[in-house]
């Protein structure tokens, strides 16, 4: 079992930046892909962005891309989405989520631990 508690979110203008942190428990972090999910209201949740097990690669959606940096230390258990030029449509509750092995996809279906999720209001 994997805890996962997000941290960081809050209210912030457009053009603006907010760091997301990912503190995990339970077993070991380096052994489980990252993956970062938001729902906006009155959506389904999508992917955002993903970092594999060891932190080499990094892959983000189109809407992410350029703007967003994942990161992790797995020395302190925990996983990072750094988002900067925050636009209004950016608003929505972020989730945290972890796949056992080296990486975890672009689909929820395919993570095994979630987090209950931070939100993120972008005022314009």
């Known amino acids: 079992q994997v805890q996962l508690v997000e941290s960081g979110g809050g209210l912030v203008q457009a053009g603006g930046s907010l760091r997301l942190s990912c503190a995990a428990s339970?077993?070991?972090?380096?052994?489980?892909?990252i993956g970062w999910f938001r729902q906006a209201p009155g959506k389904e949740r999508e992917f955002v962005a993903g970092?594999?097990?060891?932190?080499?690669?990094?892959y983000y959606a189109d809407s992410a891309k350029g703007r967003f940096t994942i990161s992790r230390d797995n020395a302190k258990n925990t996983g990072y989405l750094q988002m900067n030029s925050l636009k209004p449509e950016d608003t929505a509750v972020y989730y945290c989520?972890?796949?056992?092995?080296?990486?975890?996809?672009?689909?929820?279906?395919?993570?095994?631990?979630w987090g209950k999720g931070t939100l993120v209001t972008v005022s314009s």
């Open positions: 339970g077993r070991t972090f380096s052994n489980y892909a």
């Open positions: 989520a972890a796949k056992w092995g080296p990486v975890g996809g672009t689909s929820e279906d395919a993570m095994d631990y």
């Open positions: 970092i594999t097990w060891r932190g080499t690669t990094t």
